[in-house]
C-alpha cells in the first residue's frame, strides 16, 4: 500500500492506495464521492470525468498514486456550499440536458473544461469536445443546447437528433 495525499474540491484528504487503484476508485470508494460514475472503465464513456490540476481527466484512467499532490476538482464541488448550483448545472437543468443521469456528472465537469478554454464554443466545437462523452439518453441535443445557454448562447435552431 501507498500513502496518497491531495486536494479534492478545496479539501485536503488522504489515504492508503494500492498502486493498481483508480483514481476514480479512491474517489468513490475510500472518499465516497460517488458523483463521478463508472460507465465503462475503459476510457469510452467519459461518465468518470474529473479535473485534475485543472484539466479534464477521465478518472479510470488514472491511478490514485499518479494524482498525488494534485488538485482534483469533483462534480460534488461544482455548486455552492449553500447548494447553489453552478452556472453550467443550472443550465443542464433549465434546457433539460439530462434524462437518467448518468452521464451528466461527466458531461458537467467537461463542459466546466471546455467553457475554461472556450468561453464562446460554437456548436460543432461542443459536438466535438464531447466527442468522449457517451450519453444514453438524451440524443445530446438539449446538452448541446444547456452549454450553449451556459456560455450565454441561444442555440441555434437544429433539427432533433
Ligand atoms: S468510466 Fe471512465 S471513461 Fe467510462
Ligand atoms: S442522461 Fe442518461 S446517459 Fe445521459
Do not use: W
Amino acid at each position: 500500500m501507498t500513502s496518497v495525499a491531495m486536494t479534492v474540491n478545496g479539501k485536503a484528504v488522504s489515504g492508503e492506495v494500492e498502486g493498481r487503484t483508480l483514481l476514480v476508485d479512491f474517489l468513490r470508494n475510500d472518499l465516497h464521492l460517488t458523483g463521478t460514475h463508472v460507465g465503462c472503465d475503459t476510457s469510452q464513456c467519459g461518465a468518470c470525468v474529473v479535473h485534475v490540476d485543472g484539466d479534464a481527466v477521465k478518472a479510470c484512467t488514472m491511478f490514485a498514486v499518479e494524482a498525488d499532490g494534485a488538485e482534483v476538482a469533483t462534480i460534488e464541488g461544482q455548486a455552492s456550499a449553500d447548494g447553489t448550483l453552478s452556472v453550467i448545472q443550472q443550465a443542464f437543468q433549465d434546457h433539460h440536458g439530462l434524462q437518467c443521469g448518468f452521464c451528466t456528472p461527466g458531461m458537467v465537469m467537461s463542459a466546466a473544461d471546455l467553457l475554461k478554454d472556450n468561453p464562446k464554443p460554437t456548436e460543432t466545437e461542443i459536438r466535438d469536445y464531447l466527442e468522449g462523452n457517451i450519453c444514453r439518453c438524451t440524443g445530446y441535443h438539449n446538452i448541446i443546447k444547456a452549454i450553449m445557454a451556459a456560455s450565454g448562447q441561444e442555440m441555434p435552431a437544429i433539427a432533433a437528433e
